[in-house]
Each structure stands twice: as structure tokens, then as C-alpha cells.
């Protein structure tokens, strides 16, 4: 891993300590040698997480789609900013950007983009390690819906190790950096 993606919110949630998390992701992201791909604002956790980068003088690198940076949204310290159309575009290009993949708390812009990226890594588009830095549970009942997926028969078992969920942001990317992708690349099976 050299450039790790980050998605998470635009806001800061409710009590610190959603900000404190994404400043410390940010801080032992550039502690450990790894660079940020990320949204490209400075607002709410997204802001969080590359100040946390950058106090340790780390890289940056934003995405941001044009009508975003026309609101002033746009992160002006960071290391490098690219201007992108849309939202899809964005994707598209964190995607190429980085070799993993974060999910910090955020609401259904985050979930989206989490989603389409696990999509991607099921269908073998991909075969990046995605964490979840699941802070105060945050994430407790999308983890119990995926179980539930699994239990209903919508989502292969082996699906399961697609998603490497964590408290801690050491414990975390320690998992990412030893993740291996699935052999199998093929997405479904016909019995």
C-alpha cells in the first residue's frame, strides 16, 4: 500500500469523538509512510483526516468535483487537487489513485462509496484492502446486515473477508497491509 482512500463525512457528526478518529487515522496514515487520497474539502471529517496528514507532513491528495470547489469547499493546504466533473468521476479517480480503501462514519454518500467499492473488489475490478474504522460502533448494524446477507443467501460467506473491520486505526491497517485478495475471481458460480 502507498496511497490509501479515505471516504467519510462532509459534517462532523455528533461529539468529538468522530473528528478526533479521522485526525488520528490521518496522523499514523502519514506516520506510516502512506499518502491520502480523499474527497478534497476542508469541512466536517474529511477535513479531519487530511489536517491529519498534513500536521505530520504527510501527502494529500484531493478529488473534488467543480461544482463542490464553486461552494468553497475546496481544501486549500493540501498537497495536490484534482478538478473532476462528477461525483462519478471522483470515484473513478480515488479509485485509481489509491491501493486501499477506508471508511470512516459518514451517511449515504460514505455508504455509496463503500459499497461500490467492495462491488468492485466482488466482481475482481479490484483486489484492494477495504476497512472500516468502525468508531463507537458506528458501524455495528451495517456489519450485522452484511451478516444478515449471508444468512438470507444473498452474499457469499466468502464475501465476508472483503471487509476488514476495526476500533483501532493501528489494528486496522495492520490487517489492510496483510490482506490477501480472494483466488477467486470468478463472481458467481451456476449450479
Request: negative net charge.
Amino acid at each position: 500500500m502507498k496511497y490509501i482512500a479515505v471516504f467519510c463525512g462532509s459534517s462532523s457528526g455528533n461529539g468529538g469523538e468522530f473528528i478526533e478518529q479521522a485526525t488520528s487515522l490521518g496522523e499514523i496514515i502519514a506516520r506510516k509512510g502512506y499518502g491520502l487520497v480523499y474527497g478534497g474539502a476542508h469541512v466536517g471529517l474529511m477535513g479531519a483526516v487530511a489536517d491529519g496528514v498534513l500536521s505530520q507532513g504527510g501527502e494529500v491528495i484531493g478529488v473534488i468535483p467543480e461544482f463542490l470547489k464553486k461552494k468553497e469547499l475546496e481544501h486549500k493546504s493540501i498537497t495536490k487537487i484534482h478538478v473532476v466533473e462528477t461525483m462519478h468521476d471522483r470515484k473513478a479517480l480515488m479509485n485509481e489513485l489509491s491501493d486501499a480503501v477506508i471508511a470512516l462514519p459518514g451517511g449515504y454518500g460514505t455508504l455509496e462509496e463503500l459499497f461500490e467499492m467492495l462491488t468492485w473488489s466482488q466482481l475482481a475490478l479490484h483486489k484492494k484492502a477495504i476497512g472500516i474504522l468502525n468508531v463507537n460502533g458506528y458501524y455495528d448494524p451495517l456489519i450485522e446486515m452484511s451478516e444478515k446477507m449471508i444468512e438470507k443467501g444473498f452474499l457469499k460467506e466468502e464475501y465476508r473477508k472483503l471487509l476488514i473491520v476495526e476500533s483501532k486505526v493501528d489494528n486496522l491497517l495492520d490487517k489492510m497491509h496483510k490482506f490477501e485478495p480472494l483466488k477467486n475471481d470468478k463472481w458467481f458460480e451456476v449450479k
